[in-house]
């Protein structure tokens, strides 16, 4: 019998459990990384968190977007700056308060995330085909509660148009 599992062939070994996770946070980091291969050279992951924003919010001020990703705002105008470079954001006043300027995601920008979150959905579901049926099931229950416990929102469902966070939670101030 493994050492995580009783008689009653129920998980209480912490450690365990910690070890599973950290092995499939691993197999996820792989497949995220996977996922934006295709553009890392205009995208870094800290880019592409700014872009998942940006496209879940709309027009953002710089000073909200910096605390969104828990960044300085120099930091945040820094990867702003690329963005622009890059062709995937711009800036623009905004209506409501001429002294304030937005930032949002251009076309491209829009189009890389939704490229970046289908190549990463597609492979996720390559996985989890190779799963059993009952598998499948216990999967969705224990990610569910863990993705509960951990305050994460659920990822949108596959017909849905708005694309999710990755890894990180985005309140909706």
Do not use: C
Request: net charge negative; no cysteine.
């Amino acid at each position: 019998m493994p050492e995580h599992e009783t008689n009653t062939g129920t998980t209480d070994d912490g450690d365990a459990v910690t070890r599973a996770v950290l092995t499939a946070s691993r197999l996820l980091v792989a497949v995220s990384a996977r996922s934006l291969a295709a553009v890392e050279e205009r995208v870094t992951l800290p880019q592409f968190r700014m872009l998942v924003v940006l496209s879940t919010r709309g027009a953002t001020k710089l000073v909200v977007l910096a605390e969104l990703l828990q960044v300085a705002p120099s930091t945040a105008m820094r990867m702003v700056d690329r963005l622009i470079a890059a062709g995937l954001a711009d800036r623009q006043t905004n209506p409501d308060n001429r002294r304030e300027t937005l930032l949002q995601l251009t076309d491209e920008g829009q189009r890389t995330v939704h490229d970046v979150t289908a190549r990463r959905r597609a492979e996720i579901a390559a996985i989890v085909e190779r799963l059993r049926p009952t598998e499948r099931l216990a999967l969705i229950e224990a990610l569910s509660a863990f993705n509960e416990a951990g305050g994460e929102p659920p990822a949108p469902a596959l017909d849905d148009p708005e694309p999710y966070p990755l890894g990180w939670a985005v309140d909706a101030r």
